[in-house]
């Protein structure tokens, strides 16, 4: 019989224990500062109706970039992002929350298309949301991106420092409107500029679509928008939003923003004020979250408006590609179990269940060995092998005068006490 | 324009916030045990190749019961529990482990199949496992339902205490041969002893199957099993390696067991003990947790011999049913939030955002109300919604004279001190 293949499927991911625990340790610390920072978590389906996941007019396009399938008359689909649910969910609870709501999800989402480097067919993503009824101050988009910059600053020992590069969608609104270009104009170079860093010749190519206007787009990257505050009414209140909103972050602590209007973020649903978080070692990894302000989050499904802030991490994308080139020290990570609890001898395994009986009630992470005629020498060779920082050691001894061996696996030294001794140091050496 | 529908497919769970982290609050409880005991988790992939969910052969039956889709010449789907992919990955990883390895994953699973009450089609299970290359000590069978046992306790004053029933596979293998069954006879009473609750007369089944000999696993109910321990080699073996497993359990604390030789746990792959567990308060949701041991985990994957005990826990089963029937209490996660933070005017926005950071810097669930302009009355109404148990109110005097004003929402109390001062106050309120 052939043997089945023991690799997962190209584009999706599986750790080892120790990665793992390293990955699972930056997850909970980043979720842990956006749940004092108030956000609740939603944790959606990840099967959506194909008629939420996309609009009927592009769905052949959709169905090769998504996994899709059809139970009965039902076509349905894995989501690609966070935001499609939420605008589901939030329609569908407008009476059951109080709003402002603030919601994060941190879950695994799709993408069908052919896995290339660094893009996987399966990934976590962290999304955070501030949703308002109608109205919500700009005031909120100051905090959502220093809330991020926190949880970001939460894993620095493993991914090191990041830096924020914020953009504006209102500026380059009020921009196009003062140099009168057209509706399709405005649209062509919004894209090159977002393109700006993959050109060869950025001037050029605006110069194809725009003439030379061209001259007065390049001036905004080489003398700064401050120069242009004067221009028209919509520069003078988009510069001073720019401007309110780095203060805003200095007060909460933020020193690594920057005003970069190249940063456009693609997607057509912002409408003001837009961020990336970049890593501070690896600039080379693009954009490793990002967000902004949008005017309509859940329009096709709900009548009322709803106007929001919010950003999402590529968690996986940087975790698995600084984890697969060996850019995190796992040392912390190597050792989770405290003590190994060993039996020597048949005899000896019931009172070396009740020692780990114990242990674990001291909230001790412990793990026996129980195929208990094994040689000590095996016995202790496994406890080296999984790292544990101590071993118990239990022999007739111990059980006939009711104590324990305990051994350093560092030190190597051994030394033979009661068990609640035992415990009291073990909960010290934590 | 028409709506989109804002409901979850039908079989999909989604909770509302207060729901959410009582879900999470126990499937934290559950894996915090699984760690002290060591086990390592793994995230494996959702989505596995066809040929690793099943074999060839049933593929039609398989197709309608699960969520299968294909990608260029590929066909995969999602998986429907967690050990087709353990032992995909053990094998996988044969040299990268160490044995005996201990994992556990805690993951949502999919069925295909037409919803029922109570059966979802995206659920979370939990799956713990103990494997050894070759070998495994009966010992670690009572260690890791010790260990299951720990678990559910640690969520007790949420779904109540558990009770644990034991079978034995070798009891009844052992007694079919005694009575010199076919193995077809064998295979038919097998099914009729899983079945037993359910049948009107079992007796009747029974003889229909195995005519006079009924009679004798009939006593086995009726009279117990300890009457048959010298009828052969094998009975007192596997009557002994039940008593063996009651007394380990005893020894770990756990007083909830009973032996009830009408489990069976339906999988072919058991080959050992099996177990169950049930709610106290509630044993018509049937098991909501059960496993045992088997002596082939991998044997399509590798040449390997791997041999292993696991249990797999109904998680959403046993959450979404209590929670559904609202029979938890949700008191205690009805005010995730410590104080809000209210901003009288747009002026006071900066000083508001400051202690804020230095609410959040000190790990004090934090949430502000940032639309400055909205009247005192809108703002307390927020706090008071969303369930925040103080208010920290920022207005001019408190910008001017660097101080702030807490209210304890409960008591109505107010008062008006330094934020280090109010900060103290919160920490020691946690």
């Known amino acids: 019989m052939d043997l089945k293949p023991t690799k997962p499927l190209s584009g999706f991911i599986e750790l080892l224990p ?60 894995l989501r690609y992002d966070g935001t499609v649910g939420l605008a589901r969910y939030v329609s569908g609870h407008l009476n059951d929350l109080v709003f402002p709501f603030r919601a994060y999800q941190f879950a695994r989402n799709y993408r069908g298309e052919r896995p290339q480097k660094g893009r996987y067919r399966e990934f976590y993503q962290m999304d955070l949301d501030v949703l308002g009824i109608n109205e919500l101050s700009l005031n909120y988009d100051a905090e959502i991106v220093a809330v991020l910059a926190r949880a970001y600053e939460s894993c620095r020992e493993f991914i090191g420092g990041t830096n924020i590069r914020v953009g504006s969608r209102p500026f ?6 003062l140099l009168g270009l057209s509706k399709e104009q ?29 001259i007065e787009i390049i001036k905004v990257f080489s003398d700064g928008y401050q120069s ?11 510069i001073s939003e720019m401007d309110k909103f780095m203060e805003q972050l200095a007060i909460m602590g933020i020193k690594n923003a920057k005003i970069d209007l190249g940063i456009m973020r693609g997607h057509a649903y912002y409408t003001g004020l837009v961020f990336e978080f970049f890593l501070d070692d690896f ?49 912390k990570f190597e050792s989770p179990v405290m003590v190994s609890v060993l039996a020597m001898g048949e005899n000896t395994v019931p009172f ?15 793990i026996p060995y129980l195929d208990a005629d094994k040689k000590f020498k095996n016995q202790i ?20 005068y009711d104590t324990v061996t305990i051994k350093d696996m560092t030190t190597g030294k051994q030394q033979n006490l009661p068990l609640s001794d035992a415990i009291n140091m073990l909960k010290k050496a934590k």
């Open 18 to 77: 120790v990665q793992q625990r390293c990955f699972d340790e930056c997850a909970n610390r980043m979720q842990q500062v956006l749940k004092t920072a108030g956000f609740a978590r939603l944790d959606l389906p990840a099967i959506e109706r194909a008629e939420v996941l996309t609009d009927k007019d592009n769905w052949d396009e959709i169905e090769t970039q998504m996994f899709m399938f059809q139970k009965g008359d039902t076509k349905m689909g």
């Open 172 to 177: 380059w609104n009020a921009f196009f409107e």
């Open 186 to 214: 405005s649209k062509a170079v919004f894209i090159l500029i977002d393109k700006k860093d993959k050109l060869d010749d950025f001037q050029g190519a605006l110069a194809e679509e725009i003439g030379d206007k061209s």
């Open 228 to 238: 242009f505050l004067k221009k028209s009414v919509k520069l003078y209140s988009a």
């Open 283 to 331: 600039p080379s990894l693009g954009a490793i979250g990002g967000g902004g302000r949008y005017e309509d989050l859940a329009g096709k499904f709900s009548k009322t408006k709803i106007i929001g802030v919010g950003a999402a991490v590529g968690f996986s994308r940087v975790m698995i590609a600084l984890l697969e080139d060996n850019k995190i020290k796992l040392d």
């Open 352 to 366: 070396a269940m009740s020692v780990l009986s114990e242990l674990r009630g001291a909230d001790i992470v412990s």
């Open 381 to 400: 060779e496994f406890a080296d092998k999984i790292n544990s920082k101590y071993s118990i050691i239990i022999g007739e001894d111990e059980v006939k």
